[in-house]
């Protein structure tokens, strides 16, 4: 069953510091992995789209990393601000001959205070 | 370039009755798909349409139902509300045939309240 697990589940930090945040999927066959933001009320932001072959990518503070082969993806966040509060959703893409369906994990909310 | 446009932005419904929501994609995109968003259940597919033509189709009853038209456009309608179709209904565009590793941009939602 293809899945999308993402960890922890929320998260609370001080403005300035880092976090990094899991996805672990078990999904085939495998297309690209997405990172959005999603702010309360909106619709998902993209961040960064990954393929097999890339290992890292960056979007200003957000450097997020993809380990094709344990399936685990990782964003980390750079010197946080209070705009940086929001949800975080990983996303794998499977392409099959039905076209491309969408895996969402259920998200992970950040907490970012002063 | 304009964005995703999702109407209404919120609409409240009674149990039993059905309601349609609108999606105008990106100019250009041809590829529509639909998301239901809960607080328990997270981001959930509906369906995708691609040139008028439902292509994909997630785990919901029949209910749930869309459409696109020629201009790209879509819709989809719920009918027979539940309680428990309360969320934020989101959809998404993109330019991709059948590749993948096109971006999708979401529109901003429509918040339904089922009452």
């Known amino acids: 069953k293809n899945q999308v697990e993402q960890s922890p589940q929320s998260l609370i930090i001080l403005e300035g510091k880092n976090c990094t945040l899991q996805c672990n999927y078990t999904v085939s066959p495998f297309s690209n992995l997405r990172w959005y933001k999603q702010d309360t009320g909106r619709g998902p932001v993209s961040l960064t789209i990954?393929?097999?072959?890339?290992n890292t990518k960056s979007n200003g503070r957000y450097t997020a990393t993809l380990d094709a082969d344990t399936k685990q993806s990782s964003l980390h966040i750079t010197a946080s601000q209070l705009s940086d509060s929001a949800s975080y959703i990983c996303?794998?893409?499977?392409?099959?001959?039905?076209?491309?369906?969408?895996?969402f994990g259920k998200g992970t909310t950040l907490s970012v205070s002063s | 370039k304009a964005g995703v446009t999702q109407t209404p932005r919120y609409l409240i419904k009674t149990r039993g009755q059905q309601v349609t929501l609108s999606c105008s994609p990106i100019?250009?995109?041809?590829?529509v798909s639909w998301y239901q968003q809960t607080p328990g259940q997270g981001l959930q597919f509906l369906f995708e349409?691609?040139?008028?033509?439902?292509?994909n189709k997630g785990n919901f009853p029949g209910r749930f139902s869309g459409r696109q038209f020629s201009n790209s456009r879509s819709e989809m309608n719920v009918s027979t509300l539940e309680l428990g179709d309360s969320a934020l209904y989101l959809c998404?565009?993109?330019?991709?045939?059948?590749?993948?590793?096109?971006?999708?941009?979401f529109g901003s939602g429509t918040r339904l309240t089922v009452v």
């Open positions: 998404a565009s993109s330019s991709s045939g059948r590749r993948a590793n096109y971006g999708y941009t």
């Open positions: 996303v794998v893409s499977v392409s099959g001959q039905a076209g491309t369906a969408l895996i």
């Open positions: 349409y691609f040139s008028e033509t439902q292509r």
């Open positions: 990954m393929t097999f072959s890339e």
């Open positions: 100019s250009g995109h041809r590829s």
